[in-house]
């Protein structure tokens, strides 16, 4: 018997245990990819922690409140080339509020997320709450960068 290649039912199986296998790692994948979103953001929030920091320091003042998924203009020197409040699977919006109260002056700093799906937001909470104070874990998260009343 003289045969050359592969019969159809030899394909056939070959396809089938490569299709099983690559159903198994498919959500193994999105789980993965979602946590790397998710340091992704957490890096996000330090980078522009240091530029809100870095422009108070020569200005004596907080970037301006933005949009959602808009890069506050006052803060695009001190960001790194071409760093984005919109990254796709999730949106930022900063935001800043200081006031003068008659018990004393209050700052306030809060990073927003806008992630695509509440599964991402809750990771994304889930990460930033190991170093900084976080509400909400769905469609939106808020990150506390600075709560100051003196």
Same mark, same amino acid.
């Given at each position: 018997?003289?045969?050359?290649? *592969? +019969?159809?039912?030899?394909?056939?199986?070959?396809?089938?245990?490569?299709?099983?296998?690559?159903?198994?790692?498919?959500? =193994?994948?999105?789980?993965?990819?979602?946590?790397?979103?998710?340091?992704?953001?957490?890096?996000? *929030?330090?980078?522009?922690?240091?530029?809100? &920091?870095? &422009?108070?320091?020569? +200005?004596?003042?907080? #970037?301006?409140?933005?949009?959602?998924?808009?890069?506050?203009?006052?803060?695009?020197?001190?960001? #790194?080339?071409?760093?984005?409040?919109?990254?796709?699977? &999730?949106?930022? =919006?900063?935001?800043?509020?200081?006031?003068?109260?008659? +018990?004393?002056?209050?700052?306030?700093?809060?990073? %927003? &997320?806008?992630?695509?799906?509440?599964?991402?937001?809750?990771?994304?909470?889930?990460?930033?709450?190991?170093?900084?104070? %976080?509400?909400? +874990?769905?469609? %939106?998260? *808020?990150?506390?960068?600075?709560?100051?009343?003196?």
């Amino acid at each position: 018997m003289n045969r050359r290649g *592969f +019969t159809i039912i030899e394909l056939l199986v070959v396809l089938s245990i490569m299709s099983i296998l690559a159903a198994f790692a498919m959500p =193994r994948y999105h789980r993965y990819r979602q946590d790397a979103i998710a340091a992704q953001a957490v890096g996000d *929030f330090k980078v522009v922690q240091s530029a809100a &920091y870095t &422009y108070n320091g020569e +200005t004596d003042r907080w #970037p301006a409140t933005s949009g959602i998924g808009v890069t506050p203009t006052d803060m695009v020197e001190f960001l #790194p080339g071409g760093f984005s409040f919109d990254r796709g699977e &999730y949106r930022m =919006r900063w935001i800043s509020f200081s006031g003068s109260f008659p +018990t004393g002056s209050l700052d306030l700093l809060v990073l %927003v &997320y806008y992630p695509d799906s509440p599964e991402l937001g809750a990771k994304i909470a889930h990460q930033l709450r190991k170093g900084y104070r %976080v509400l909400g +874990t769905g469609r %939106v998260v *808020f990150a506390l960068m600075l709560y100051q009343f003196g």
